[in-house]
């Protein structure tokens, strides 16, 4: 599926619509962000975030990864941009981040594979200025669920 959003709050009203969807899942999610810099993948991240409560999203650009937990939701926004060797995501204990009720958000994931969780949903983002093209797609019932959920 394919979407054109003219602007940044449309951006962001994705990412919000996407994070409601997922508030009710009792199994993991994992969702790839894809895409050149400048994109809008962390501003779609962010705004995945906020929507549970959290107010002050960091971009975990040098830290590899940031996770918001509460007693509902445990997120975890990776941003392998930096990462040399995916084994590094090892020594953080990514297979950790993969119970029930924890959703990954997960930037640059193609230099993370073969450690990275396989995506239930692959968001790629193209597109300068104010209009983006963003295309969803579903990969497992899980993503299935949030993107027609999401979309709808």
Request: glycine letters at 8%.
């Amino acid at each position: 599926m394919v979407l054109v959003v003219k602007n940044l709050s449309e951006t962001q009203e994705l990412g919000r619509k996407l994070a409601y969807c997922c508030a009710s899942l009792k199994d993991s999610c994992v969702i790839y962000l894809i895409g050149d810099l400048g994109v809008g993948k962390t501003t779609l991240a962010q705004s995945f975030i906020q929507y549970f409560g959290f107010d002050r999203v960091k971009s975990p650009t040098y830290s590899l990864v940031e996770s918001y937990q509460n007693e509902d939701i445990n997120i975890h926004h990776f941003d392998c941009y930096r990462l040399s060797d995916p084994e590094e995501l090892e020594y953080i204990g990514i297979r950790e981040y993969l119970m029930p009720k924890h959703l990954q958000l997960i930037e640059w994931p193609e230099l993370g594979k073969g450690t990275i969780a396989k995506a239930d949903i692959s968001i790629s983002l193209s597109g300068d200025g104010d209009e983006r093209k963003i295309n969803i797609e579903s990969l497992t019932k899980v993503g299935k669920f949030v993107t027609k959920c999401a979309i709808t």
